[in-house]
């Protein structure tokens, strides 16, 4: 077999924003030792080529270029895989690829996510089907390399003289001239109306220059008659757009404010705001009673008691006791007063529970549990969701000043009406609140035997689930694994399954909260998982060397029939045979060897079967039997796992490659490793698979 090698003449994406390889826009510089220079290549220097555009931003499928120089020419071989530097957006490490290379340097490149969805909301999105959600990617400092970021992944760097290159590099800083924004400005809050005033809260700041139109912009009320307002001016600040109205809004009235999709509001790196809309909060103050000659308030406090200590969790009650400096009687037959409070900056309303007749009246607040306010408010405002929040104040809870409200009904005493005037009560830290549910934080991974699922904080350890609340499933049901623990460790729960996982292949994970339900430290319980797809970082088991003279691959060949058609179904099995040019063993004390195979264009692995003792190993592959292979992701956003068959018109190929020992051994009648190295077999016509189940697709009484 002829390596793979890479050079300059290698395909380039057109159109991709890039300065020239050895334009040295922000360069690192090693000094090098002349003993070393003289022998094995070393990295001279490690800089981003690519040019941003004059806005400093990398945005959608932008290009992202990293240039490695050496001190004398390298070839790079591939065979094994394919080097690769890993950069850092934000607190993510990327992973750039290689593009090409000649001489004594070699180009590394990353594409920038097509994004708009902000990550937390994208994940949300993503793990409960409402769509495929893309996540943006966002550094507003810069892109950095930290050091020792060079991998080879089983790919070679050497010299002339073969020798290997020494990789080692210090870190490239935080890089201000190489941003990156492919999110797109979204809201972060309900939009606040206040008398003729309309704030709406986004992500991030907005680009000042852009000049909103009034008519990108709409304010209605709900109530038993509809009523819209003019917007006659629209401003950016910060990350603000505010809005005036034409007249001011009624303290009762519900208020729904809508933004239309527009090139005038968008972020610093040019991108767009996404539409959205739904009830705003209304802060405008209730007008003061015609005469306020009655009792008036002298003092707020919270008459409740965390149950965490200094901490409400969510569904937790907060009571705040208002004093008179006189008796005074409460009427609830057209109306019910309330306390507005401050929740994390957020105004939440306290309802009048008890106290007429006395000096004191209790107004009652009962925290929320669910997701965490950027999330909610994203799914409310932008995808019309309804969703709960959870209510989080790190600070403690406070009551700003005015804030009694009658709401039709009374609070009178001798004399007359109450004064509602009253001071602020300031913000008590032991009077916290945490109702935010933790969710799953972008993608779950696994290396071998262990899934890993990242949470939004920190959980409870001793909420440790049962292993069966989790399902960890493959495309075809011989392949789900056996989950034997679960355990947590911070902010993570670690799965530990058999059979391990083997490079290349896709599986999915489900959690299903049951009586040991997976906690916050606040006793809020995380949400279920649906099926969420599992990022499988597990790489290629190396084999042993191949001793000199040991015995080595002839050939490869496919040596089961698969009938009259020429086609395999569902559940047969085809066999591959490998021939080598003398007798070898096979020790599968430690595991099965693997043979990779392509099936309708997808990798799957044969696993070895029998010939230990000759010269010709067999390695056998099953065919899946299921759904047709392009309905999978259709059949997924249902939450149900797609169990799909195998399908090959061409014919099965088995590309060129080396045997994987997965902890097998391979040698020959003299003991040494083989050479497990073995030449591509093209595709079989006389060898094709149809493991597709006639299917019927809804409204259709075709059968397919």
């Keep these: 077999m002829v390596p793979r090698r890479h050079d300059a003449e290698l395909w380039r994406k057109p159109g991709a924003r890039r300065r020239p390889p050895l334009a040295l826009l922000t360069a690192c510089v090693l000094p090098v030792s002349p003993a070393i220079a003289q022998s094995a290549p070393q990295v001279t220097g490690i800089e981003i080529t690519s040019d941003p555009g004059s806005s400093g931003f990398y945005t959608d499928e932008d290009l992202i270029e990293v240039t490695v120089t050496f001190d004398q020419n390298v070839s790079v071989w591939t065979s094994g895989g394919y080097p690769s530097v890993d950069i850092r957006i934000g607190d993510v490490a990327r992973r750039a690829g290689l593009q090409r290379s000649r ?191 009655g009792p008036t308030v002298t003092a707020l406090a919270f008459d409740s008691t965390p149950s965490l200590g200094s901490i409400y969790r969510g569904g937790e009650s907060v009571d705040i006791k208002v004093t008179f400096d006189g008796e005074v009687t409460v009427t609830t037959s057209d109306g019910t007063p309330s306390l507005q409070l401050k929740v994390g900056g957020l105004l939440r309303t306290a309802h009048y529970v008890s106290g007429s007749g006395t000096t004191e009246l209790t107004f009652r607040y009962e925290t929320s549990e669910g997701l965490s306010l950027p999330v909610a408010t994203f799914l409310t405002y ?158 290629r088991q190396s084999g042993f060397s191949p001793d ?53 264009g997808l990798v799957e692995h044969a696993a070895y079967r029998t010939g230990s003792g000759t010269s010709a190993l067999t390695f056998s592959y099953d065919i899946a039997e299921g759904w047709p292979p392009g309905m999978g992701d259709q059949i997924r956003s249902a939450g149900v796992i797609a169990r799909i068959g195998d399908l090959d018109t061409d014919g099965v190929r088995v590309p060129a490659g080396e045997i994987e020992l997965n902890g097998a051994t391979i040698i020959d009648g003299s003991s040494r490793n083989a050479n497990l190295t073995y030449p591509a077999l093209g595709p079989q016509p006389g060898h094709r698979v149809d493991g597709v189940r006639p299917y019927v697709l809804p409204g259709d009484s075709v059968v397919h």
Excluded: C
């Design 103 to 293: 001489d004594d340097w070699m180009v590394f490149s990353y594409q920038v996510h097509v994004g708009g969805y902000p990550p937390e909301a994208a994940t949300m999105i993503n793990h409960h089907h409402l769509q495929a959600a893309h996540g943006g990617e966002e550094d507003l400092d810069g892109v950095s390399i930290e050091a020792g970021s060079i991998s080879l992944n089983g790919g070679t760097i050497t010299n002339a003289s073969n020798q290997a290159a020494l990789l080692t590099h210090p870190g490239l800083a935080v890089q201000p001239g190489h941003k990156v924004d492919s999110i797109r400005p979204v809201f972060s809050r309900p939009p606040v109306v206040n008398g003729d005033t309309v704030t709406v809260f986004y992500r991030e700041p907005l680009d000042s220059t852009g000049s909103p139109r009034t008519s990108d912009t709409t304010v209605r009320a709900i109530s038993t008659e509809v009523r819209n307002w003019k917007v006659t001016n629209a401003v950016v600040a910060g990350n603000e757009l505010r809005l005036t109205l034409d007249q001011p809004v009624e303290h009762d009235d519900a208020v729904v404010v809508n933004v239309s999709y527009t090139s005038e509001i968008r972020d610093p790196a040019g991108q767009r705001a996404f539409g959205g809309g739904g009830t705003a909060m209304n802060q405008t103050p209730e007008p003061e009673p015609a005469s306020a000659e």
């Design 548 to 600: 000199s003279g040991a015995a080595s691959v002839g050939s490869v060949g496919i040596g089961s029939t698969p009938g009259t058609d020429g086609i395999y179904a569902g559940g047969d099995r085809i066999d591959i045979d490998v021939a080598f040019d003398g007798d070898v063993t096979v020790d599968t004390t430690n595991g099965d060897p693997l043979l990779e195979l392509e099936v309708g």
């Design 382 to 539: 932008h995808w019309r969701q309804t969703v709960a929040t959870g209510d989080e104040d790190s600070d403690g809870l406070s009551v700003p000043a005015g804030r009694l409200r009658l709401n039709g009904g009374t609070i009178t005493g001798s004399g007359g009406d109450a004064d509602l005037d009253h001071p602020e009560l300031p913000a008590d830290a032991r009077h916290k609140v945490d109702g935010v549910k933790p969710l799953l934080a972008g993608t779950p991974e696994a290396d071998g035997n262990v899934v890993t699922l990242n949470f939004s904080e920190a959980l409870d350890q001793s909420s440790t689930p049962d292993s069966g609340a989790f399902q960890v499933q493959a495309r075809r049901a011989d392949r789900d694994r056996r989950v034997l623990t679960a355990s947590v460790d911070g902010s993570t729960v670690e799965l530990v399954v058999l059979p391990p996982l083997i490079h290349g292949e896709r599986l999915w994970v489900t959690y299903t909260p049951g009586a040991a339900a997976i906690q916050d430290l606040r006793g809020n319980t995380v949400p279920s998982v649906p099926l969420s797809p599992i990022v499988n970082h597990t790489t």
